[in-house]
């Protein structure tokens, strides 16, 4: 399941596809949508946004696409004369010149303007995203300290879009890891500087699993790289205290963990 770093990835690509360039071509397969085919038609894309696992596809005209994945839509970028084969069901097309950027599967998907988009319920519901740039740490401690989630179980908490978007199971079983944090720990029972290295692994483990995830890059020897420590590495030694690395289910997710250092 593709989480924070994977889907602002894909927001990258759609949006180098097709930002900024006129669209020759809207097509959607919703009836209530369809309206807008015209409409889009010479608009061009400004921004794709990222609200955890929504895009929010923002045009000159004032209107965005709101779209959510869940569990089967992908977006595909192709070449702007190609019909690709596909067993998907298309629901969205969007067509510059060059390139077009083509949504299939999903079923979530609303044309917004200014006041709908503020009232949006999702966008209501979802805290700030651990990428936007504008978020720091002295804000998401804040949100743990808050009445709100400092009683929370970490285990829960980190999947709950409401804390922060954008968080999902590799991300919540790696930061716990990084500041040797138990997931049945709580805010509340933290010190501040327990509080402070939550706050910054919060936003420093999705981040650089956004900039370097899926890079190789052979001459780099030092340096941040993003990969795995626990994740997927059951029965295997703990690269920071040599534990053995366990397994089990929480939150009806697999998580992963050291005893000898997340206590």
């Known amino acids: 399941m593709p989480e924070g770093p994977e889907i602002r990835r894909a927001a990258d690509n759609l949006e180098q596809a097709i930002?900024?360039?006129?669209?020759?071509e809207a097509w959607f397969a919703f009836p209530e949508l369809q309206r807008y085919q015209a409409t889009l038609v010479g608009e061009r894309v400004t921004a794709i946004e990222?609200?955890?696992?929504?895009?929010?596809?923002?045009?000159?005209?004032?209107?965005?696409?709101?779209?959510?994945?869940?569990?089967?839509?992908?977006?595909?970028?192709?070449?702007?004369?190609?019909?690709?084969?596909?067993n998907r069901i298309l629901r969205v097309r969007l067509a510059t010149a060059?390139?077009?950027?083509?949504?299939?599967?999903?079923?979530?998907?609303?044309?917004?303007?200014?006041?709908?988009l503020a009232a949006h319920p999702f966008l209501q519901r979802v805290g700030p995203d651990v990428?936007?740039?504008?978020?720091?740490a002295a804000t998401v401690k804040a949100r743990l300290q808050s009445r709100?989630?400092?009683?929370?179980?970490?285990?829960?908490l980190l999947l709950d879009q409401a804390f922060l978007a954008g968080l999902g199971n590799y991300l919540r079983v790696e930061i716990l890891w990084a500041v040797g944090l138990a997931p049945?720990?709580?805010?509340?029972?933290?010190?501040?500087?327990?509080?402070?290295?939550?706050?910054?692994?919060?936003?420093?483990?999705?981040?650089?699993?956004?900039?370097?995830?899926?890079?190789?890059d052979e001459n780099r020897h030092h340096?941040?790289?993003?990969?795995?420590?626990?994740?997927?590495?059951?029965?295997?030694?703990?690269?920071r205290c040599g534990g053995i690395i366990e397994k089990t289910t929480l939150s009806s997710r697999p998580f992963y963990w050291c005893p000898g250092c997340q206590r």
């Open 50 to 86: 990222t609200r955890g696992k929504a895009l929010l596809t923002h045009f000159t005209n004032g209107l965005t696409l709101y779209s959510h994945n869940q569990l089967y839509g992908v977006w595909r970028v192709v070449k702007a004369d190609e019909t690709p084969q596909s």
């Open 148 to 156: 709100r989630f400092c009683r929370r179980q970490f285990s829960g």
């Open 19 to 24: 930002g900024g360039e006129p669209l020759t």
């Open 131 to 136: 990428l936007d740039p504008t978020l720091d």
């Open 223 to 239: 340096g941040a790289l993003f990969r795995f420590h626990v994740f997927h590495r059951a029965g295997k030694k703990c690269e």
């Open 184 to 216: 049945q720990h709580k805010a509340v029972d933290l010190s501040d500087a327990q509080l402070d290295a939550l706050a910054h692994a919060l936003l420093d483990v999705p981040r650089l699993s956004y900039t370097t995830r899926g890079t190789v």
């Open 98 to 116: 060059r390139k077009a950027i083509l949504l299939y599967s999903a079923s979530d998907i609303e044309m917004l303007d200014a006041d709908t």
